[in-house]
């Protein structure tokens, strides 16, 4: 399985942006997804999470109400709409794939243990 997120770019505080994670596999509808990124000297950290049956998404508090997770199974495809995008949102994105099918973790949804292909990261900056 292959993700390939892209969608980054350089954009100015109050901007949006959109994210995409294609993946290769045809059963990608079969697997809930995850958003997690990793600033300059920080450790990775969850940002949002889907279901696979887009029943449920989650989110990190740092970008609730600001950022949407969606997906669209028909082209294998795993969107972040992110708005009124701040500085501290500056980071490498990386979407990920659960390691299971059909799973709906209640609890462990932001831990990366639970993830078990990563795609390559996109690099989002934004600047004050």
């Known amino acids: 399985v292959q993700l390939q997120a892209f969608g980054g770019g350089l954009v100015q505080a109050g901007d949006s942006l959109r994210l995409s994670c294609a993946a290769s596999d045809r059963t990608f509808s079969r697997y809930g997804m995850g958003w997690f990124r990793q600033a300059p000297g920080k450790e990775r950290e969850f940002v949002a999470a889907?279901?696979?049956?887009?029943?449920?998404?989650y989110y990190a508090d740092s970008v609730k109400g600001r950022f949407t997770i969606s997906r669209a199974n028909a082209k294998n495809t795993v969107y972040l709409q992110m708005n009124s995008l701040k500085p501290e949102d500056t980071a490498v994105y990386y979407c990920a794939r659960d390691r299971a099918e059909f799973a709906d973790r209640l609890r462990t949804y932001s831990a990366e243990y639970e993830y078990s292909f990563w795609g390559q990261g996109t690099q989002v900056t934004v600047s004050s």
């Open positions: 889907i279901t696979w049956s887009a029943g449920s998404t």
